[in-house]
């Protein structure tokens, strides 16, 4: 999946130059990988940004904590649905 594209595979519009939103776009591409293994299911991602200074970024908004956590909710949806 990609924050760089727009619906109709255009590209995603900059955010306004000179603001520092939070929620100001920072362009990247996930590449998310489920694998099986002995009955269980192995999750990576590859998360590729345009550049250093938006990775950083990222990270410091709490990046790989918000990943952990929506794995986490997946996790439950999944394991309530086979009871």
């Known amino acids: 999946m990609t924050s760089a594209l ?31 293994h002995a009955g269980k299911t192995a999750y990576s991602v590859l998360v590729l940004h345009k550049d250093e200074a938006g990775r950083k970024r990222h990270e410091e908004m709490g990046f790989h904590e918000g990943w952990n956590m ?4 997946l996790i439950e949806v999944v394991q309530g649905l086979g009871r």
């Not at 929506?70 to 909710?73: K, M």
């Open 6 to 36: 727009a619906p109709g595979y255009r590209p995603a519009p900059d955010p306004v130059a000179g603001v520092d939103l939070e929620c100001a776009h920072i362009p990247f591409t996930a590449i998310l990988t489920l694998e099986e």
């Open 70 to 73: 929506a794995l986490d909710q």
